[in-house]
């Protein structure tokens, strides 16, 4: 009776293992390379040094209730033209987690930092994303990021308040350092302290 529960536990194990989809990546946690392009939404220029963070987290499952958890961050700087590139990250996870979609953090001093799951992965992954335009904060249609595959185009803030605003709605990662955002956040804090209204 042991050994034939034990068989068939092992056997579920493996069966779920290799068919890591059906529980959204359990055990192996999966995400392909994401890259892109960063434009100014007026100009259709492209912007070099935007900060591009990929949080990938998985989600896991305990007796006393579940949880997300960060595994690993990495981050890109976009080049003369806008692009950027962040490598596939694969990780073995616990048998009691799942797969979460990445969170993706873009930002730029200047602009309105662009925050998301789900359509930002679309877009790096250069899939038709489920809505072209996006208002920086709910109600402002004067400062709307659009997107395509491939490509986003960001909006730049004008007045101090808004990037005041924007650098305290940036979610950065708790568990895992994100080096580039966090510097690049303390130096737009630097300059807003020396801006004028």
């Given amino acids: 009776m042991r050994k034939t529960a034990l068989g068939a536990l092992t056997a579920f194990l493996l069966l779920a293992a290799l068919r890591s989809d ?7 946690y999966h995400k392909p390379a994401y890259e892109g392009k960063v434009v100014d939404v007026e100009t259709n220029e492209p912007i070099e040094g935007v900060v591009v963070t990929a949080v990938y987290s998985k989600h896991v499952f305990t007796y006393t209730g579940s949880h997300n958890q960060e595994i690993h961050v990495a981050e890109a700087l976009t080049d003369a033209k806008g692009k950027f590139k962040i490598p596939p990250f694969t990780k073995l996870i616990g048998p009691l987690s799942g797969e979460e979609p990445v969170n993706f953090i873009v930002f ?9 799951r789900g359509v930002l992965e679309e877009i790096f992954t250069n899939t038709q994303p489920y809505y072209v335009e996006h208002p920086w904060r709910p ?3 004067d400062v709307v990021a659009r997107f395509a595959p491939g490509i986003i185009a960001m909006p730049k803030l004008k007045t101090k308040s808004d990037r005041h605003s924007n650098i305290k709605q940036i979610m950065s990662p708790r ?4 080096v580039l955002l966090e510097k690049m956040i303390e130096e ?10």
């Fill in 139 to 141: 109600g402002r249609q």
């Fill in 175 to 178: 568990e895992i350092k994100a």
């Fill in 188 to 197: 737009e804090r630097i300059i807003i302290g020396g801006m004028s209204r």
């Fill in 108 to 116: 730029k001093s200047g602009y309105a930092a662009l925050e998301g």
């Fill in 22 to 28: 059906a529980f959204g990546g359990w055990l192996i």
